[in-house]
Each structure stands twice: as C-alpha cells, then as structure tokens.
C-alpha cells in the first residue's frame, strides 16, 4: 500500500452507506404501512422476475462480530412456531401475487439456515414451491456455518433444489476465531466443501472478513493462501463494521484488539494480491469471482446490479423477502418486517403480514438509484446513455453530484470526462465514497443523520 493510497484512505475514511438500496434502510419509515405493502404486491409487473428469500435467524451461538438479525439458541422448538409463521406470510403474499409470475432466484439466509434439521429444510423449500411456481433452472442458493453442519442437511438442500452454497470462513487464525467466537477448523472447512462438490453444488462461495480482532497482516495471508488452496467459485471479502451502538454484543469485543487503518489497508492490499494472483476477478465492493463466473460476464455486458443480497445478475426482479427483518422490494418499494421474533410472529399470526416500516420512492429516488448502483457495477457512467434512458440532461440533473465528484477525480478516484464518469483502478477501493456523491439523504440530512460504519 503506497503512503499515497494510505493518506487517501485515512481521507475518506468516514461513516457511509453500503448502497444495497437507495434510500438507504435508515430512511424506511413506519409511516408505510400493511396496506401500503398490500397494493405494491397487487400491482401489475408483467416484465419483472420473481426472486424469493427466507430469513432463518437462529444460531447455535453467538460470533461476536455478527451485524445480522439472528437468536442464538440450542433450543430447537422455536423453529415449528417460526415456519409455520413463514408459512402464513407466504400465503398473505401470494394470494397478492400475479400467480403467473416465475420464481428466477432464491436464497436463504440468517442467522443460520442450515440451523434447520434437514427434514425441516425440505419442508420449508416445499412451502415455498408450493405458494410460488420456481423455474428449472433458477439460481437457488443457501448460506451455511460449517459447524454443525452435517452432510445430511447439504443433501437436503441438494433434494430440495439448491445449487449453491456459502460458507462463513471469515478467518482461519486461532487467537482471531477465540477472540470472535467462532472455532471452525481447516479440517472442517475442507469436508463441507468436499460433500458440497460430490454432491454437485455448481458454485461454492466463501466469506471471509478483514478488521477482525487480533487479525494482522501475517496471520491473515496465511489464511488467503488456505483459502485459495480451497478454490472456491467466489469470494466475498467484507470489511469488518464496528458497530456496537446498534449491535451490544459487539462491546464484546475490544476497541484495542481492532487492527487500526493502516492495518487494515494492509489486509484490504493482501487480499488483493493474493485473489489477483489465483486469478479471481474483483467485481467491485468486497466481491471476488473466477472470469468465467456470470457476475464477471454480467460487468462485461454491463448488466450486474446490486440489491440486499449483493450483487447479482438479476435486475428486474422484485424480491419477496420473509422473515424476522427481511426486506422486499418492488421497482418503486421498499419494505422491512419487524425485527424481534416474538413481535413477527404475532403480527404474521394476526393479519398475514409483519411490515415494520418501509418507502415509496420518488422518481428522484429511482433515478439516483440508478446512477450510484451504475457505478458500483459497471465502474463508469455515460452521461448520454443514462440522460436518454431517463429523460434528463445529466450534467444539470446531477449538477450537485458532479460538484461533489471534482474533489475525488483530483485525488484520483475517478476521471471527469465531459461526457461520462470513470472509476480509476484506485477508485474501486472508494466506491462507498463514490456512490454518496448522488445520494441526496445525505446531503439534505440534519443532526440525527444515520450512523453508518466507516468506509474504510
């Protein structure tokens, strides 16, 4: 990392959204309500795919860095109450739902979904298919801890219809996984790969996180290196996000155990290195896939987009989310369910739905939507192109947007041509950054503006 790069960093290191939606989920409010959610459902789509997700937010225990919405618990009778809520929100939703509509992507998440038994998995997975007609050959993909997992419940997913898995890895070191509270060993992480692959998953993702406690440098690439012994298909690679006034449990770790900046740049520079040189494509914001992966081919043909669970190749798709604090959305909606469990499953058990809060967006929204999400996945943006999709001069609709941006092509980050914008090489590690620049929430925000983790 050049002293260069570093001071740029230390720059633009401050609190700022991830951009899985614009606006951002600070700004979901509880003013949308159940009939609001109701008639976003019932609307016509005829040209937009269906992509479903289920929120399974147990675990066996507690990992300290843990930002998700998730109950640690041994106690497996909390799981029939929590599917047959499932159950019932599913069938809310899709008596709402042009039934001619075609499931192309789903994905399970937590928490822990293969927290479920394995009959259990095969149960959800027919619920779902019974209230939702899910093509042959749609990408269907489930999150998994290592530990715990049996090769029984990846043969169930199998049975079930899933052909891709993720890992959480995050780090292979000892003293790192004592102070996170997550003990997985290499011997482990090898076997579910293994029953992953005989059981023919097509694509193995493994998560891993820099700016863990106790993490260096040293200790880190030797975890790179295991893992690119392993070859997955992809990678993801998140940034650590510090975030204790909103996660208590993460005052379980120590502020003094944290790699500070310059550290953590380092992390950010050896996975880098050691992805680039095992040939694996950085997509952009913590994503990492092999050239011949279709979220590589999707940048190339300029067709990648970015929602809540990442990237994806799946643009015009409305996400039908369930669960304890999933989001769906629509093209002009966004909606999050209550987040503490008791509270869904009464509100499910009572109308159907669960909606805690969400958005109606404005055409403003939809359009800077557009532009941040453009440049986070195709890494440039026409002016021309985007303005004639649109119907707006580009240069006065994001006069504000080109103003903020001068700053960040004087440092590097990005080239200002006259008739389009450009990520540098050293502006994919600024796109967060980047992104704010059209984002009009953060410029309009007063003092209770939301508290976001650092960029950097």
């Not at 290592?146 to 049975?159: F, G, N």
């Not at 999709?389 to 006259?418: K, M, Q, S």
Request: hydrophobic residues 40%.
């Amino acid at each position: 990392m050049t002293s260069t790069t570093l001071d740029l960093l230390r720059k633009y290191s401050v609190p700022g959204p991830r951009y899985t939606s614009y606006p951002t989920a600070p700004y979901f409010h509880t003013g949308f309500g159940e009939t609001d959610w109701a008639e976003a459902l019932a609307a016509p789509a005829p040209d937009r795919e269906l992509s479903l997700y289920a929120h399974i937010p147990f675990c066996d225990s507690l990992c300290h860095y843990c930002g998700c919405n998730m109950v640690a618990t041994r106690d497996y009778s909390k799981v029939e109450p929590y599917l047959a809520t499932l159950e019932r929100e599913m069938a809310r939703t899709a008596a709402l739902v042009d039934p001619k509509r075609v499931v192309h992507q789903l994905h399970w998440g937590g928490g822990t979904p293969t927290y479920l038994s394995p009959d259990d998995i095969r149960r959800l997975m027919a619920t779902m298919r019974r209230y939702f007609t899910v093509a042959p050959d749609a990408e269907i993909s489930c999150e998994a801890d290592p530990r715990e997992l049996t090769r029984e419940h990846l043969a169930a997913l199998r049975e079930s219809g899933f052909n891709r898995v993720s890992f959480g890895v995050q780090d292979m070191d000892p003293a790192v996984q004592q102070a996170v509270n997550r003990i997985q060993s290499a011997d482990l992480i090898r076997q579910v790969i293994d029953w992953s692959r005989e059981l023919g998953f097509s694509s193995i993702n493994l998560d891993l996180i820099v700016g863990l406690p106790k993490q260096t440098v040293e200790s880190f690439s030797r975890t790179l290196e295991q893992v690119v012994a392993w070859a997955p298909d992809r990678l993801a690679v998140f940034g650590y996000a510090h975030v204790p006034w909103l996660k208590k449990h993460q005052l379980l770790i120590r502020d003094a155990d944290l790699p500070d900046l310059a550290a953590r740049l380092g992390l950010q520079q050896a996975v880098n290195e050691a992805l680039g040189a095992a040939g694996y494509v950085n997509i952009g914001l913590d994503h990492f896939a092999r050239p011949d992966d279709e979220l590589v081919r999707a940048q190339q043909n300029k067709t990648l987009w970015r929602n809540f669970q990442g990237y994806t190749t799946h643009k015009d798709s409305d996400i039908l989310a369930f669960g304890a604090s999933s989001i769906s959305q629509t093209a002009d909606t966004y909606m999050q369910n209550e987040k503490k469990l008791k509270r869904y499953q009464e509100r499910v058990a009572a109308t159907g739905f669960a909606v805690e809060r969400g958005i109606r967006l404005t055409r403003d929204d939809q359009i800077r939507r557009e532009a941040i999400t453009r440049v986070m996945c195709d890494l440039e943006l026409d002016f021309a192109a985007f303005g004639g999709e649109w119907g707006i001069a580009f240069t006065d609709y994001f006069a504000d947007a080109l103003t903020d941006l001068r700053p960040l092509a004087d440092d590097g980050l990005v080239d200002l041509a006259t008739d389009r914008i450009s990520v540098t090489p050293t502006g994919r590690l600024f796109l967060r950054n980047i992104g704010m620049c059209f984002d009009r929430y953060l410029k309009e925000a007063a003092s209770d503006k939301p508290r976001y983790s650092r960029t950097a």
